[in-house]
């Protein structure tokens, strides 16, 4: 299980229960290590990862959901990105979802602003009846 | 693959060693065995060592605060020691900043406040590495 073979394909992990929490954070890990990330960046993007993942599991109601993550290039830099998906109710405020201290589940409600906060791009699509799907890219330093 | 969660006691201090991945069930069981075993029997204080763990996210920052809140009430002191620097660049970025909790760099620093806590004397509660 290489993780310098796993970062040349995109990988899809299914996000359906509690133990796929771990799977996130392996997977996300093993990737920000074979694209040579620091261990800072490496540790704010799994963190994100693993936020991005329980709001799929406490949220999307048992909907089918996952996440992609693939090495990206951009001009000149390295970088991953992953998108977090689920097919659940979706998010009715997205904005008020974004702020901090904003919870339907009695959490933190750090989630989504505290992973958005982690990495270096962040964009969410939500509306209700419609899914959530969050991406995350962090460049290489 | 259940992680085990030795729970040690020294007199009346109790010390647990996080490590691994948790994932949030493990995290409450967690929890809930500390908090027998400081009820169990006459406890003053807590340390926990997070040195082993490699990500805290919100919720396991947040079990991590409960703990201590509860076993305040419990009538026991709680030290968290040995965040990770890169753990806790990572907490106050994400805007989780445990300013509650005390805190040392390793388990001898620890027990020393803990020590200072427990015997009637005041120290401020410290996050000078994770404020850092």
Known sequence: MSAVIEAQVPVAVEIADEPDLLRVRTVLRQHAVAA?????????????????????????????????????????????????????????????????????????????????????????????????????????? | MTPVVPIMRIGATVLISLQGDLDDATVVR??????????RTRTTGTLIDVSGLGM???FIARVIARMAAMTR???????????QPAVAITLVEMGVTMAD???????EQGMEMLRRLTEGGHVEATAAHAAG
């Open chain 2, 30 to 39: 967690i929890e809930s065995a500390i908090m027998q075993e400081v009820s």
């Open chain 1, 36 to 141: 040579g990330f620091g261990l800072v960046d490496q540790t704010k993007l799994v963190t994100a990862g693993s936020e991005l993942a329980r709001n799929i599991l406490r949220y999307a109601g048992g909907a089918r959901g996952g996440l992609h993550v693939e090495a990206v290039d951009g001009t000149g830099r390295v970088g991953l990105r992953a998108v977090f998906f689920d097919e659940g109710p979706g998010i009715e405020d997205v904005d008020a979802a974004l702020g901090d201290g904003f919870s339907t589940g009695g959490s933190l409600g750090l989630g989504l602003p505290g992973a958005r906060r982690l990495v270096d791009e962040f964009a969410i699509e939500s509306s209700p009846g419609a899914g959530t799907r969050v991406t995350i890219t962090k460049w290489r330093r």
């Open chain 2, 73 to 83: 009430l419990l009538g026991a002191e709680t030290v968290i020691v040995g965040i």
């Open chain 2, 101 to 107: 909790l005390n805190t040392a760099l390793n388990a």
């Open chain 2, 56 to 58: 805290v996210d919100s």
